[in-house]
């Protein structure tokens, strides 16, 4: 069964350094997406992209962020320059069209 | 504004016995209406889906959720909790856009032998 992969599946990092997340996205979707989970709280929608650009964005996702579809099959996002409230739990997704997301298994970002 | 809640954060029944795991939400439309699950370390999974062919829905393990638009309700059901059905239960309503895909606060459902 085809499924959203997403590396690393935990990641430390320094106060300021820059992270990139990965994933690979279901091969014949056309929508790709980032939301987080910081613990004990919602999950909240950060960016979504389509035909190599961003669609949507909400507040969060300010200019410390990027996204970037590099080769055809990544999804990456980039974090630049990490602050401590940006420790949360990441999860990619990707949908065929509108609707119903398939959810990759997180990325569990620690910024120290 | 569009809202969800999900009006218990945790609900602990006992294997063998009925689960209910309520979702209300505030809209002057109706969206589309899922329930994930996510399984401690694991990543969100679509248990079900409501797409407006039929307002009760069933998903996978035994779960079904009735769409009930006088309530502005989609409360998640299933007759006899297995211990293997412990984990996050998010109700997730979709109002035509990626920013308007809104997660519940999350349910957390304790199964005891």
């Known amino acids: 069964e085809p499924e959203v992969t997403q590396t690393p599946s935990h990641q430390v990092t320094q106060m300021g350094q820059e992270v990139i997340l990965r994933c690979v996205p279901i091969?014949?979707?056309?929508?790709f997406y980032w939301y987080r989970q910081i613990l004990g709280q919602k999950v909240e929608f950060l960016v979504s992209f389509y035909n190599n650009e961003i669609s949507e964005k909400s507040e969060i996702f300010d200019d410390q962020f990027s996204v970037e579809r590099p080769d055809g099959s990544n999804f990456t996002l980039k974090i630049r320059s990490t602050k401590l409230e940006d420790s949360a739990m990441y999860f990619c997704?990707?949908?065929?069209?509108?609707?119903?997301?398939?959810f990759g298994e997180g990325s569990r970002l620690t910024v120290l | 504004a569009q809202s969800v809640t999900q009006l218990d954060s945790h609900v602990s029944v006992s294997e063998g016995t009925p689960v209910l795991l309520r979702c209300n939400y505030s809209s002057s439309y109706s969206p589309s209406l899922f329930w994930y699950v996510q399984h401690p370390n694991k990543g969100l999974q679509l248990l079900l889906k409501y797409t407006s062919a039929a307002t009760l829905v069933k998903g996978i393990n035994g779960f079904e959720a009735e769409f009930k638009k006088s309530e502005t309700s989609f409360h998640l059901t299933k007759p006899s909790a297995h211990m293997s059905d412990a984990a996050e239960y998010f109700c997730?309503?979709?109002?035509?856009?990626?920013?308007?895909?809104?997660f519940g606060s999350g349910t957390r459902l304790s199964i005891r032998p």
């Open positions: 091969s014949n979707h056309l929508y």
């Open positions: 997704a990707s949908s065929e069209l509108t609707g119903e997301l398939f």
């Open positions: 997730v309503f979709d109002w035509g856009s990626a920013s308007k895909i809104i």
